[in-house]
């Protein structure tokens, strides 16, 4: 394998654990403080607010996600998220199909292990990257500074969303977009749930949430533009306890139609992340710099 394959190989895994974070903990939205009510017989907005406050407190859970995108990816993914300082957690994804998925093949991986800490995350890439591209080392690190850096405003957004956002940011999303509705009473994995669904400008709210100047929010625009990414549809199914149960987010691209569903329990649950040793971790962009070979 060249070095050419790898460096696919490690934008696909970039691509995945961007999903799979944002999957696990909500879309940027821009913020919008809770007034900690009761949400029977309260307007959406109202009701919003009170499921913000109470979902962002929790500061835990165990998370399940399904993630397509167009014909480049889909993936599911397991595993137990904390957001009390920036997001932190232990998540296994599985590439099950896309362009992504075939190239992750090629490495012999189509099931990945993630670390989140605050400054970065890390995925194990396997033993046939190690063996043929990583030096002998497994994991790979990608350091959210330098993936703002290599990808304009678009990576600045990431960061910010990677460093600060909780499940309650898809909450936000619908108290921001101003266009919210309460569609009704629904059960989700046995659990009884208020359903609220309402569409959101991407850019806008992206761009808001993560604080860029005018200059950055015209690039960040620009980019989704390119993808053909402008709205989605958010849907939030929450319980008696005002907590999140269930996300899902949907709109349209250049490669097709992108869809991500989540599912939220256990909230609560204790997470403990351990960062992977020195001596078996490659950074993503040394891998980068790495000289194309035959």
């Not at 939205?29 to 929790?58: F, Q, Y």
């Not at 167009?70 to 595993?79: E, I, Q």
Request: glycine share 10%; hydrophobic share 35%.
């Amino acid at each position: 394998m060249n070095s050419t394959t790898m460096r696919r190989a490690g934008l696909s895994i970039a691509v995945a654990a961007a999903l799979t974070g944002v999957a696990a903990c909500g879309s940027s939205g821009d913020d919008a403080k809770g007034d900690g009510k009761d949400s029977v017989a309260l307007s959406p907005v109202a009701a919003l607010r009170s499921i913000e406050d109470k979902t962002g407190d929790a500061d835990s859970a165990k998370v399940e996600s399904k993630t397509v995108m167009g014909t480049k990816m889909s993936m599911d993914m397991k595993g137990t998220m904390a957001w009390s300082d920036g997001i932190t957690g232990n998540v296994t994804a599985t590439l099950t199909g896309g362009t992504q998925a075939e190239q992750m093949k090629q490495i012999g991986q189509s099931k990945i292990d993630y670390r989140y800490l605050k400054d970065g995350f890390y995925a194990n890439m396997g033993d046939k990257f190690a063996a043929e591209a990583g030096g002998g080392k497994h994991w790979l690190e990608y350091d959210y500074d330098t993936l703002a850096e290599m990808s304009g405003a678009a990576g600045d957004a990431f960061k910010d969303q990677m460093q600060n956002t909780t499940p309650n940011q898809s909450v936000k999303m619908l108290l921001a977009s101003g266009d919210v509705k309460r569609v009704g009473e629904e059960t989700v994995r046995g659990t009884e749930t208020t359903h609220y669904s309402g569409t959101v400008d991407v850019a806008d709210l992206t761009g808001k949430s993560a604080d860029l100047d005018a200059g950055q929010l015209a690039e960040l625009k620009k980019q989704f533009k390119q993808a053909g990414l402008t709205t989605e549809t958010v849907d939030i199914w929450v319980n008696d306890d005002d907590l999140l149960v269930k996300k899902t987010e949907k709109g349209e691209t250049n490669d097709g139609g992108f869809s991500q569903t989540a599912y939220y329990s256990d909230y609560g649950t204790p997470v403990s992340v351990e960062k992977p040793p020195a001596s078996d971790t490659v950074s993503f962009k040394d891998l980068m710099n790495q000289r194309p070979q035959a």
